[in-house]
């Protein structure tokens, strides 16, 4: 029996998808509907794990939540960010788009917790916020980009708005100022937000967000990471994926270990020592907190418990 009222601009497509097998171009005419009917401009989708996300289903990004009920991508990384936090903690996320982790983490850190999303683009931060209104009070919007510096940007976004950029892409967008800010800036105003755990991914501006967070990279309990590794984002800000690596190591004074997420299974994997054609998710966990990874990898009795040490995978 199901646990929720029947939605026709959800279930059908769903039964669709899931049930008839209509898969191709099915996205595209929701989209075509959207533009015409304002209800579908922030519809209210429940998600797998009962959480709603408000979905303007104009955008692209949205169709794989509304057909799925989850993120169709990151099924592993979701897992391990249930094992690693916990309630009570103050976490963040850093480039935020419709919520999925925003909202996630609310409901892991509980109302004794606080989580800080950071979301610059304003068609991200209108589904963010009627995501989030009344339903997570320990979730706090920041409607900043983050960086190495303090001040204004620009932020590029095209037709898929997750793939936004400080960075001008090739292919067709518009572009919109934003403040940008540091993390030791944030900090600076916001000592109690000092995060456990923090979850970028900003389309290959991980390089800037690092350099920015030196005051919290060097304190002795410095955060868990899960970063995206965009071989083709970061090589708009001149650099390689496995160049962050040693940023982390060059500041921490514990020692961190360095992992790659498997997409679906949430397996933690050996870093790879180049990432020139793959695009993935890696968890950096310093040694006051490695006992966090014990209870994700005990759910992955077969996994190997060789881990690899940041400092190793640069040579």
């Not at 900043?144 to 067709?172: C, F, M, W, Y």
């Not at 572009?175 to 030791?184: I, K, L, N, R, Y």
């Not at 389309?203 to 083709?232: H, T, Y």
């Amino acid at each position: 029996m199901s646990t929720r009222p029947f939605c026709p601009w959800v279930d059908v497509p769903r039964f669709l998808y899931h049930r008839v097998g209509v898969r191709r171009g099915l996205g595209l005419v929701i989209m075509r509907l959207a533009r015409h009917l304002k209800r579908l401009q922030l519809l209210p989708v429940c998600m797998d794990d009962g959480r709603i996300l408000y979905l303007d289903l104009r955008q692209p990004v949205a169709i794989p939540y509304l057909l799925l009920g989850r993120n169709r991508y990151e099924s592993g990384e979701t897992a391990v960010v249930r094992s690693i936090t916990a309630p009570g903690e103050v976490v963040w996320d850093i480039g935020a788009n419709v919520g999925w982790y925003s909202t996630l983490l609310a409901r892991i850190v509980g109302p004794k917790g606080r989580v800080y999303a950071f979301e610059p683009g304003r068609e991200s931060l209108r589904m963010l916020h009627a995501s989030t209104v009344n339903a997570y009070p320990q979730l706090r919007i920041v409607d900043q980009a983050l960086s190495d510096r303090e001040g204004t940007g620009q932020i590029h976004v095209p037709k898929d708005i997750g793939e936004a950029s400080l960075r001008r892409l090739d292919v067709g967008c518009y572009s919109q100022f934003c403040h940008v800010t540091t993390m030791d800036d944030f900090i600076r105003s916001k000592p109690s937000a000092f995060p456990v755990f923090v979850k970028c991914d900003v389309e290959g501006a991980e390089r800037d967000v690092l350099a920015g967070a030196s005051r919290i990279l060097s304190s002795p309990r410095p955060p868990i990471w899960l970063i995206e590794m965009n071989p083709f984002a970061s090589a708009r800000f001149g650099y390689r994926p496995e160049h962050l690596t040693p940023m982390l190591l060059d500041h921490g004074q514990a020692k961190y270990r360095g992992f790659r997420v498997h997409q679906q299974s949430g397996r933690l994997l050996p870093l790879p020592r180049r990432t020139e054609s793959i695009i993935f998710n890696a968890l950096f966990v310093p040694q006051w907190l490695e006992d966090r990874i014990v209870a994700h990898q005990q759910q992955y009795p077969w996994q190997t418990s060789k881990t690899t040490v940041l400092a190793e995978t640069c040579g």
